[in-house]
């Protein structure tokens, strides 16, 4: 089994910047790609931004140039930084990571509870 747990939502005006952190823990034998995904109230959830192990990213694009995302192998964490924040960013964050751990030997998608994100004046 495999937790997640977000942190570093909150409230930002426009143009503000957030970083976001979510770090797994339990019985994980191999992370492969993790990501942050979004969701808005009366809207279908979009993937944000996802990173490999290896390091390769890809993101939606309408972030582009504004986040980032990156990991810590060593610490089971990926981050995503928000620059010039946008009232459209407002949503429920959720990180995800594609795992494999040693109680449920096979590739498995995992998710965080969710942080808030508000960009607004």
């Known amino acids: 089994q495999v937790q997640l747990v977000e942190s570093g939502g909150g409230l930002v005006q426009p143009g503000g910047s957030l970083r976001l952190s979510c770090a797994a823990s339990g019985s994980i034998l191999r992370i492969n790609t993790m990501g942050w995904y979004r969701q808005a109230p009366g809207k279908q959830r979009e993937l944000v931004a996802a990173?490999?192990?290896?390091?390769?990213?890809n993101y939606v694009d309408s972030v582009k140039g504004r986040f980032t995302i990156s990991r810590d192998n060593a610490k089971n964490t990926v981050y995503l930084q928000m620059n010039s924040l946008k009232p459209e960013d407002t949503a429920v964050y959720y990180c995800?990571?594609?795992?494999?751990?040693?109680?449920?030997?096979?590739?498995?998608?995992?998710w965080g509870q969710g942080t808030q994100v508000t960009v607004s004046s």
């Open positions: 995800n990571a594609n795992a494999v751990s040693y109680h449920r030997m096979y590739d498995y998608a995992y």
């Open positions: 990173i490999t192990s290896g390091g390769s990213t």
